[in-house]
């Protein structure tokens, strides 16, 4: 009987030391907001464009934290998807609003001549990419610009085209070799052949 | 020397190097259009710095180095620049680039150029500025500006200078060709390098495939004094890779994300050497190069020095291309090198082999088929890596565990691809992964660049929103301190504010007081009427009047305050006292008027004196009327006697005067002359008569306003009091011998009869008092005082008689011998009395009626209104009693009603009753009432529409003002005399 008691003290004083270690750890050690949102938030596009129905890419991490889907964000594309989806172990989905190809990525482009002025874009960039003044002409930092669009919406002269993004020598990218045509042995000496006469 | 290393792997191409062997090096000829990009190198694009239509010498800078990593860009030949545009540039995408187009003239001049006489003695930064201004960058492949490499030994410590003429490609001879018939210069450019870096060791790597340029080396380099090895290693492609040709010749591996100089080695390739001997000792920038021309399309494969800038078309004419025999052109070695389409691309400072193949030569590449996992590419790679893992990341798009393969390390040489059964397509799956990872990141930094930017403008907008909100706050601060210091200096200063807006607030402030007045003046007379007929309500009414009172009071104080002006202590002229006046001198003037008609008819008396009495009387009349009409509109005159006023009148009425006489002139000499004009000219005249007369008046009235004031107190009056005053005086007298003779008696009654006497004297000084203030020209004395007055003595001296027959009688029945005296003094007493009766109903006969005989129409009115209240009132409870059926209160409401009712009567029949009366009064002179009320009210409108018709001629200076005058005049007679006729009935 003796053994049974000073065995459950011993297991009590345990319990006790190690709930104050792990009470003091939790209190000294605290980890301000959730890691996750910023890993999220580091593979959103950070193009702030909304379509994702939150305010900007970091709500819409926290919103995703907080359970919310994955797919909705467009500029990101299918890619996006996958990373959340590994990232926080779920099933990728396919992108809402079922866009499959990648999104194209576009500029701004303000059409000088027609610009009146009137700062509106300028308040609407997300970013602090269009650079202007009151009644003077605006132009658009191309570096900088994310092309979210919402620049488009406000202009009262609808000067602003979202045009693509023109690859240049530096970012031109190499294509994915196509997949190996399955050809059988008889076939192979008329596709060259073919080719050869064309 | 040769090496016991090696690197892994490694293929054995055929060579196909001997074709173009045979040849000497030839110089291509110039082409008649040169197109220059302006990014030969890796880093940023020169700057342009010709223009369009600029003539341009052989070697001059035409595009200049843009930031750390990029050199200089020369014209390869001297010409024109004809265009600045994009071309099709040697890339593997076949995009263009932008391109400085020149025209060539054929002269081939040069610009004036130098080299260094000797470059030890120059600064190792200047030597290297000169390398860079030399357009010198990396010619074995990718192109990197060597100045960059040059400063490697700035921050690194570079023990191993390699040099690389390995050329393990196939088919390209450019540098066994270079070393063959320049080997002296690459030796002298090796030692400018050497003395840049100072490495202790310089190894010349090449492959045992090239026994005529080893040889041609061996002989340059015993000249020189470097520690200089020409390492002669197996023919194994890919032993001229930068990193196999470093372990291959070390036996040091180059880690992973390094650069060779981080091993103490840097590794130069020797077309770059050979290019720095031209550029460092004869001042030749980079504008040409050797470049391989092989192929089995090609009649003369050879190399050829060609000028940077070529098309390639040219080069290949040159080698005598034949174009059917053509399938492929490549640019690059077979391994590395890229398939383009066109022929005018210009070749550039990385272009080493141009292969113009056949069919035969490079068939297309066969599909592929699956990977077998048969592991061979992995036996090749030089890299050591595991091309078939890589291969499956790659199409399976897993990125990541690619990279983490050092996806990274591949050199692309081809090798696996080369090696591989299933004809896969492996360097460009891994191209395609590396360059899909590339632009991942560029992506990635871009959002993280994004980010920053939308996190700075949100805190940004934050900030400027919390900025404004507290400037909201401060100027809403500043506004209440502001306020309150406005009130502040409100509170203390009212009358200084009063006083800078005087002049408008008068009106106001007189419209205010004489409003008050009015209202108080009805409040008394409601009271008054009130407290008469003991109807309800009058507690409320004093209130009102006491309210009232204290308001009139106010306002007019303040009406005295805002127009203290000229003479703030001046008198304010009793309106009604002038009014008096002038009606008092007016019935005057209609008696001696009468009296003057009267001696006339009879022709008794002195009718001189009359008149003169009558002229008198009309000046005095006018005076008052003047004086009443001055005080009435606005009281300036009645305040002070003004002498710039008094100016200003006389002024007028000498002007007036003048008018008049001048007018009579003309109407004497038009009389004379007998015109037409006369009759209407002698109206002229009278009107200006008229004008003067009021003028005249007018400055009289001013002039003599107090003196008239008083003198209007009348004659007659002042004769009275002093008949008054010698009565009492008379009394006095007879009083004091009473007292007399009482106290000689002994009587008893002696103390109270001095007493009387006492009285009686105070009496008599009080009534001589009145005499002189009557008398007194300054004051003007009301009537009604002297009334007052008349009464108290009457009633004082009635007392007296009294206490003097109670003294009487007392005397009498003691047998006072003084009864006799006594009994006398009583009797003069009382007739004293009798005649002051008589001289208190004479006043009082000549005065207007007294107060409770005047029945207020108004008062009444409101009488009958607050009756037929009470009356609907009561009439109402009855109903409401009625309908409750409560007996007891049924009774007694209609008692209530009937004796309301009877009350109500009374005061309509009052009412009507004085209205009747004066209807009646008015109708027994004709008028009647209503009409005359009408007309009045028109008389007085059409003086308010001529006075403002005067006032606005007057404002804008409309110089013929007589005629509106004149209208005004005769307006404002007609509405005096409605007026007149009206208050008679209405007062």
């Known amino acids: 009987m003796e053994y049974v008691i000073i065995a459950v003290l011993a297991l009590l004083g345990l319990a006790i030391a190690f709930g104050l270690l792990l009470g003091f750890a939790s209190v000294r050690f605290r980890v301000e907001g959730n890691p996750i949102v910023e890993q999220i938030d580091g593979m959103l596009p950070q193009t702030q464009c909304g379509q994702c129905g939150y305010p900007g890419c970091r709500p819409y991490a926290e919103a995703i934290a907080d359970g919310d889907a994955i797919n909705k964000c467009p500029p990101g594309g299918q890619s996006t998807v996958e990373a959340l989806a ?72 609808d000067c602003i085209d979202m045009l693509p993004v023109e690859t240049t020598l530096n970012t031109w990218k190499w294509d994915m070799p196509k997949p190996g045509v399955q050809l059988i042995v008889t076939d192979r000496r008329g596709e060259i052949s073919e080719e050869g006469a064309a | 020397m040769s090496t016991q290393f090696s690197f892994h792997g490694g293929v054995h191409p055929p060579e196909n190097k001997h ?91 040069w610009i004036e150029h130098q080299g260094l006489a000797d470059y030890h003695t120059l600064p190792k930064q200047e030597l290297i500025d000169f390398v860079r201004h030399h ?70 790597g090449i492959e045992d495939n090239k026994p005529q340029a080893i040889r041609a080396l061996e002989l340059a380099a015993k000249e020189t ?11 194994v492609y890919p032993s001229g890779g930068e990193k196999q040709l470093i372990k291959l010749l070390t036996g040091i591996e180059v880690p992973t994300g390094h650069i060779p100089a981080d091993v103490g080695i840097v590794c130069q390739n020797v077309g770059t050497t050979a290019a720095i001997y031209d550029a460092v000792f004869d001042g030749i920038p980079l504008i040409s190069r ?112 690619a990279k983490q393969h050092n996806l990274f390390d591949c050199i692309e040489c081809g090798a696996c691809s080369y ?30 660049h994004a980010r920053i930017r939308f996190e700075a403008r949100q805190a940004r907008l934050e900030q400027e929103k919390a900025d404004k909100e507290a400037r909201r706050k401060q100027r809403a601060a500043d506004a209440a301190k502001a306020q309150a210091v406005k009130k502040d200096k409100a509170a203390t200063s009212p009358d200084s504010d009063k006083a800078k807006s005087g002049e408008p607030d008068l009106k106001a402030l007189k419209t205010a007081a004489a409003v008050s007045r009015t209202k108080l003046k009805k409040a008394q007379k409601a009271l008054q009427n009130a407290q008469d007929k003991e109807l309800d309500g009058q507690d409320k009414l004093k209130a009102t009047v006491a309210e009232l009172e204290v308001k009139a009071e106010a306002a007019q104080q303040a009406f005295d305050q805002a127009q203290n002006a000229p003479a703030p202590a001046a008198p304010v002229l009793d309106i009604k006292q002038l009014k008096t006046n002038a009606a008092v001198a007016r019935t005057k003037l209609k008696q001696a008027e009468k009296a003057l008609d009267k001696a006339e008819t009879s022709g008794e008396g002195d009718i001189e004196a009359l008149r003169v009495k009558l002229s008198e009387q009309q000046a005095k009349t006018v005076a008052a009327q003047a004086a009443y009409d001055n005080a009435e509109s606005g009281g300036v005159a009645a305040n002070s006697v003004s002498n710039e006023k008094l100016e200003g009148l006389k002024a007028d009425m000498e002007a007036a005067l003048g008018k008049v006489n001048k007018a009579q002139k003309a109407l004497d000499t038009a009389i004379e002359g007998n015109s037409p004009a006369v009759e209407k000219m002698k109206a002229g005249v009278e009107k200006l008569q008229a004008k003067y007369d009021t003028l005249k008046a007018e400055y009289e009235s001013t002039q003599n306003l107090a003196p ?79 009334l007052e007055g008349l009464k108290a003595d009457i009633e004082a001296l009635s007392g007296k008689v009294q206490k003097a027959q109670t003294a009487l009688a007392a005397a009498q029945s003691s047998g006072s ?98 209205e009747k009366t004066q209807v009646d009064k008015a109708a027994a002179e004709g008028i009647d009432l209503k009409q005359l009320k009408i007309d009045a009210a028109m008389a007085r409108a059409a003086v308010t529409k001529a006075e403002r018709a005067a006032k606005k001629a007057r404002e804008e200076k409309v110089e013929d003002l007589s005629g509106i005058e004149q209208q005004l005049v005769v307006a404002q007679q007609e509405a005096e005399h409605l007026n007149q006729t009206l208050s008679r009935f209405t007062d």
């Open chain 2, 290 to 401: 050797i470049v391989t021309l092989a192929g089995e399309a090609l009649a003369q494969p050879h190399n050829m020095r060609a000028l940077i800038g070529t098309p390639l078309e040219v080069l290949l004419e040159a080698a005598e291309i034949n174009q059917n025999a053509l399938y492929r052109l490549v640019i690059g070695g077979p391994m590395m090198g890229f398939t383009v389409e066109s022929q005018s691309i210009p070749m550039i400072k990385t272009t080493n082999c141009i292969i113009a193949a056949s069919y035969e030569e490079m068939p297309p590449a066969p599909p592929a088929n699956p990977c077998i996992r048969c592991g061979i590419c992995e036996q090749v790679c030089p890299a050591e890596l595991l091309p078939q893992q890589l291969h499956w990341f790659a199409k399976g798009k897993e990125f990541d565990k």
């Open chain 2, 708 to 786: 008239t004031a008083a003198v209007a107190v009348s004659s007659e009056q002042v004769a009275d009091l002093k008949a008054d005053m010698d009565g009492m005086a008379a009394k006095v007298e007879k009083a004091q011998k009473a007292l007399d003779v009482a106290v000689e008696s002994g009587s008893p009654a002696a103390e109270k009869m001095k007493a009387g006497v006492e009285k009686l004297q105070a009496k008599y000084e009080a009534a001589k008092d009145e005499y002189e203030k009557a008398i007194s020209p300054l004051n003007s004395v009301p009537l009604s005082i002297d």
């Open chain 1, 86 to 157: 590994d990232l926080l172990d779920l099933e990728a989905l396919p992108l809402e609003g079922g866009v499959e190809e990648e999104p194209v990525k576009t500029v701004a482009y303000i059409r000088e001549d027609e610009c009146i002025g009137c700062t509106k874009c300028i308040q609407a960039c997300p970013v602090d990419a269009i650079l202007g003044a009151a009644k003077l002409m605006h132009t658009v930092i191309e570096t900088e610009c994310t092309g979210c669009d919402l620049c488009v919406e406000p202009c009262p002269v």
């Open chain 2, 19 to 109: 074709r173009t062997t045979g040849l000497s090096v030839q110089t291509a000829p110039i082409p008649a259009e040169l197109v220059v990009p302006l990014s030969q190198h890796i880093g940023a694009p020169s700057e342009i710095v010709v223009a369009i239509g600029d003539k341009v010498l052989k070697g001059q800078v035409i595009a200049e180095a843009a930031g750390r990593i990029s050199v200089n860009v020369h014209a390869p030949s001297s010409g024109t620049v004809v265009a600045i545009e994009k071309r099709a540039v040697p890339h593997i995408s076949g995009m263009q680039a932008p391109c400085i187009i020149i025209e060539t003239d054929g002269e081939d001049r």
């Open chain 2, 135 to 204: 357009g010198i960058s990396g010619m074995g492949g990718a192109g990197f500006p060597t100045d960059v490499k040059l400063h490697l030994g700035d921050d690194h410590i570079v023990n191993t200078l390699v040099i690389n003429a390995m050329e393990c490609e196939p088919y390209i001879t450019a540098d066994d060709m270079l070393l063959r018939e320049h080997s002296d210069k690459v030796i002298k450019g090796i030692e400018v390098i050497a003395h840049l870096l100072q490495p202790s060791h310089v190894m010349i």
């Open chain 2, 817 to 914: 011998p003084a009864a006799e005296k006594m009994k006398a003094g009583v009797e003069k007493l009382q007739s004293k009395l009798d005649d002051l009766h008589q001289e208190y109903a004479q006043a009082g006969g000549q005065l207007p009626e007294p107060e409770p005989e005047v029945i207020d129409p108004k008062a009444l009115k409101q009488q009958v209104s607050i009756m037929r209240t009470k009356l609907k009132k009561a009439q109402q409870a009855l109903e409401t009693a009625n309908e409750q059926g409560d007996a007891e209160d049924l009774s007694e409401l209609n008692a209530e009603v009937e004796r309301l009712t009877s009350l109500h009567d009374e005061a309509k029949a009052a009412f009507d009753a004085y």
């Open chain 2, 419 to 448: 090696v591989c059964p299933s004809n896969i397509p492996l360097v460009q799956y891994y191209r395609f992964a590396k360059s899909e990872i590339r632009n991942e990141e560029a992506e990635q930094r871009k959002a993280d």
């Open chain 2, 225 to 235: 004094k470097l520690n200089l090895d020409i390492v002669v290693v197996p023919t």
